[in-house]
């Protein structure tokens, strides 16, 4: 009787450099993550970026910037989020890359509700006649 390994062909026999269920390297894997802690301070600034700064101070006044402050940090780090979401969700079966992808979607959805927040203060910014001319 043969053993299993010798009954599998030569290509589904794995030569160690990378588990069968990843079509990457390891370090790859964890290049990923170091990207993803590197864009923390981004997505702190992203998620805790007041749509209206005066508003934050507690001054009733209009803020005629708009929205690009919000987006200067918003944006890049939700691109990064996102695609860590969905390369660690494609390989949930792994708890760390469940971990990552749960951690990466809260982190996106925070983002998207702080961007919601700065293009609705936009919105009302326009309605009014007097703003900003």
């Known amino acids: 009787m043969l053993s299993a390994a ?6 589904m026999i794995s030569s160690g450099r990378h588990s069968p269920s990843r079509p990457w390297p390891k370090w790859l894997g964890w290049f990923g993550v170091a990207i993803l802690v590197a864009a923390i301070p ?3 600034a992203a998620v805790t970026m007041p749509a209206n700064e005066y508003k934050a101070w507690g001054v009733d006044a209009l803020d005629c910037d708009g929205p ?3 987006f200067l940090f918003a944006i890049p780090t939700l691109l990064i989020y996102s695609a860590g979401a969905i390369v660690n969700g494609c390989y949930f079966r792994n708890r760390l ?3 990552f992808a749960v951690f990466c979607t809260l982190v996106g959805a925070l983002i998207v509700a702080n961007i919601a927040a700065a293009v ?3 919105v009302q910014l326009e309605r009014d006649l007097q703003a900003c001319r």
């Open 68 to 70: 690009i402050s919000v």
């Open 97 to 99: 890359n469940l971990v």
């Open 42 to 44: 981004g997505a702190l």
């Open 120 to 122: 609705g203060e936009q």
């Open 6 to 11: 010798a009954m599998q062909p030569k290509a």
